[in-house]
């Protein structure tokens, strides 16, 4: 499906949402972007880069004359950004969005969108610990998975477009139910993170451990970098299966403890290869699908 846009609005001008406006920008499929936040600098560094045509603070405003629409917020900030458009949003615009979870936005806009049909939920599988428009790379989504989410009010035409605007900035788009994408994206990336911060602040706890720390330790935990504020936020909206995911970890440290207690090496070893073994297959199959290694 060939992609045309007359006027993308991106409300949020960060990593993803700029990213996205310069893979679109580069696949000359775009003819006027603008991004709407409340950092004026933030904006005026956007439009300084070529990331947007020109900004706005007022949501209302700037969706008045959109065809499509991407929401590149913290997910518990949609809830008032689809307040804020519903009124002056075209009857024929589309609404994308790439929050990390799924049926929390879903329950947002079926509240505030007077037409939930032409709302598709996206989740791009891509990001860095960097934040603000000066981040944004066009290649950012090559490669990567982006989850839609379609329920039975979206519309078949809806849906295809929105797919043709994640395809063309580069992702590879496959479709699951909001409680899949849920329960999957707690296992492999809300945890995670969770347990990053975890670690970083057990450690921090001893004053001088940080100065030993090398490689593997900084690689471990890159991802504790990221913006506290918007992980506080996914982890909110996900709580029910994070939660489920978090006891699971919970037990397997409880049995590695357990060993430890014992001096249980079987048990250790047993632990140390299952985990070997199911990464190892992973970046396997990844090699095989993506001709790369992770």
């Known amino acids: 499906m060939s992609l045309s846009i007359k006027h993308l609005v ?12 310069l893979a679109l920008r580069r ?37 008045a004359t959109a065809d499509i629409v991407l929401l590149a917020v913290p997910v518990a900030a949609c809830k008032q950004v689809f307040s804020a458009l519903a ?12 929050g990390s979870t799924k049926q929390s936005v879903m329950a947002s806009a079926q509240k505030y969108l007077t037409d939930v049909s032409h709302f598709v939920p996206a989740h ?32 078949a035409a809806a849906l295809a477009r929105v797919r043709s ?38 450690v921090s706890k001893d004053n001088h451990a940080f100065r030993f720390a090398a490689g593997g330790f900084r690689d471990f935990t890159r991802i504790a970098s990221s913006s506290p504020e918007m992980w506080r936020d996914i982890a909110l909206c996900n709580s029910p299966a ?3 995911k978090i006891d699971h970890l ?18 250790l070893l047993e632990k140390f290869k299952s985990a070997k073994l199911a990464r190892d297959g992973w970046l396997n199959d990844m090699k095989q699908t993506n001709g790369e290694t992770l």
């Open 124 to 155: 791009p599988i891509a990001g860095t610990e960097h934040s603000g428009a000066a981040a944004a790379f066009a290649e950012l989504f090559e490669k990567r998975m982006c989850i839609l989410t379609p329920n039975a009010q979206t519309d």
């Open 27 to 63: 696949a000359g499929c775009v003819e006027r972007i603008t991004g709407v936040g409340r950092n004026a600098r933030n904006l005026k560094e956007a439009v300084s880069l070529g990331v947007i045509d020109d900004y706005e603070h007022d949501i209302g405003k700037a969706v």
């Open 165 to 202: 605007l994640w395809e063309t900035v580069g992702s590879q788009v496959k479709i699951m139910s909001a409680i899949e994408h849920d329960d999957v994206l707690a296992s492999v990336s809300h945890l995670p993170h969770l347990a990053a911060f975890a670690i970083v602040n057990a």
């Open 250 to 267: 919970q037990a397997e440290l409880n049995i590695l403890r357990e060993a430890l207690k014992h001096a249980d090496g079987a048990v």
């Open 87 to 98: 009124k002056s949003l075209p009857s024929d615009a589309l609404i994308t969005d790439a």
């Open 10 to 21: 991106v409300i949020g001008t960060g990593l993803i949402g700029g990213s996205v406006a």
């Open 242 to 244: 994070l939660m489920n």
